[in-house]
């Protein structure tokens, strides 16, 4: 028995590395594009940085001094798991007043760890291994791997340019096959900066309800608009019930390093996503629900104060590409502009790369999104005007020198 159990020990297989510990979608997932250009901008002083996605605004005073007067009265502790009840109150009051959605706080809002945990909790509770997950691309870089991590397949559908990057009922109703449960949208737009209208939306929520999908809409930009107002999908007819809103502070509210996000859906979904958010997370920290809560009781005239600045910064940038002959498409919301490189002759990759080390200007390049970013750059323009204009300058040197090169 003895020598049986020790041949067993000396017929086990040794994994050669560490790495061979890991489970395989951990192990195959890439890192981030954004950050990989953000990483090599750092540290540098000469470097104007057009690559993260991060307002250049403080958290206006008043709602840090809120979390301060919290932290000094001692509130530390652990709030409920779905949140702070008044905030998800006010953040039920909000949407409704902002968007025309309607949602009960007590059974429809869990406040997240940042929007990301919400598509996160939101994909790991709709996913069963092999199903299709499809993703408009252009998008942003979490979708897809997450998808991957909880045994889903991502499908990307293409959108172009010349349609302002819209989703197009056709392509959708093309990407759909017997495995498609979730469609991930997301508008206003990262990285394009394109938006839906209600016109827009009404024959892809028609293709959703023939095809029984779920939708998860990251709506984290929805502030962030420019002569229209932003319409939710869930506010269209038949939407609600099929589609997880996913939203937060971090964008419109100058507070990305604060995590606080949040998600609205059926009581069903949203049930199942607190079950993991209980076992992960635990509670979105209190400081930073306090927070929250300050920003939406008095922080609307901020808040626009902010957009107002980022569209006079908008119409600066998109008239610069144009100027030095870059096409670039008007964005209508978010805080990007996603200007075309192909006439240069260079892919998205070599144009950032040499435009980093030969400029000292650091954009995304737009291959980074999937597909259809080939052929542009990223631009974030939530910096100053000094910079982007220097930033601009910078470029309009280094395209002309392409040309005369």
């Not at 589609?243 to 069903?268: E, N, Q």
């Not at 996503?273 to 930073?288: D, E, F, N």
């Amino acid at each position: 028995m003895i020598k049986d159990e020790e041949m067993q020990l000396n017929t086990t297989v040794r994994r050669a590395s560490m790495a061979d510990y890991l489970a395989p979608g951990a192990r195959s997932m890439k890192p981030s594009g954004i950050r990989r250009f953000f990483d090599l901008a750092a540290g540098r002083k000469d470097i104007i940085t057009l690559g993260v996605g991060e307002p250049d605004f403080v958290t206006p005073w008043h709602v840090r001094e809120a979390c301060v007067y919290s932290l000094e009265m001692g509130k530390t502790q652990y709030t409920s798991n779905a949140g702070m009840p008044e905030l998800r109150e006010e953040i039920g009051q909000y949407l409704y007043n902002q968007f025309d959605v309607a949602y009960d706080p007590a059974q429809e809002i869990l406040v997240t760890v940042g929007g990301s945990e919400a598509i996160d909790l939101a994909l790991r509770a709709l996913i069963t291994p092999g199903d299709e997950i499809l993703v408009p691309e252009p998008c942003y870089i979490s979708y897809s791997p997450i998808t991957s991590l909880s045994g889903g397949v991502p499908v990307g559908i293409e959108t172009f340019a010349e349609d302002q990057f819209k989703l197009k009922a056709e392509s959708l109703k093309a990407a759909i096959t017997p495995r498609s449960k979730v469609l991930v949208v997301c508008y206003p737009s990262n990285p394009t900066g394109g938006i839906m209208t209600y016109e827009d939306w009404l024959p892809i929520a028609k293709v959703i309800e023939e095809n029984d999908l779920i939708v998860i809409s990251d709506e984290i930009y929805a502030e962030l608009t420019y002569g229209s107002k932003h319409v939710s999908l869930a506010s269209l007819p038949g939407m609600k019930d099929r589609t997880i809103l996913v939203s937060g502070f971090s964008k419109a509210f100058a507070m990305t390093g604060w995590r606080m996000g949040y998600a609205c859906a059926h009581p069903d979904i949203i049930s199942a996503m607190l079950k993991i958010h209980q076992y992960t997370v635990m509670c979105a920290p209190i400081m930073g629900q306090v927070a929250a809560l300050e920003a939406l009781r008095n922080g609307l005239e901020e808040k626009d104060r902010m957009v107002e600045a980022y569209n006079q910064r908008r119409r600066l940038i998109v008239h610069g590409f144009r100027e030095i002959g870059l096409e670039c498409h008007e964005p209508q919301g978010a805080f990007y502009a996603f200007p075309s490189v192909k006439a240069t002759g260079l892919s998205s990759e070599e144009f950032s790369t040499r435009l980093l080390n030969e400029a000292s200007v650091a954009a995304v390049p737009g291959d980074v999104f999937g597909s259809g970013g080939e052929g542009h750059l990223r631009c974030s323009y939530a910096t100053s005007v000094n910079q982007l204009t220097e930033a601009i300058d910078r470029i309009g040197k280094f395209v002309d020198k392409l040309r005369t090169g």
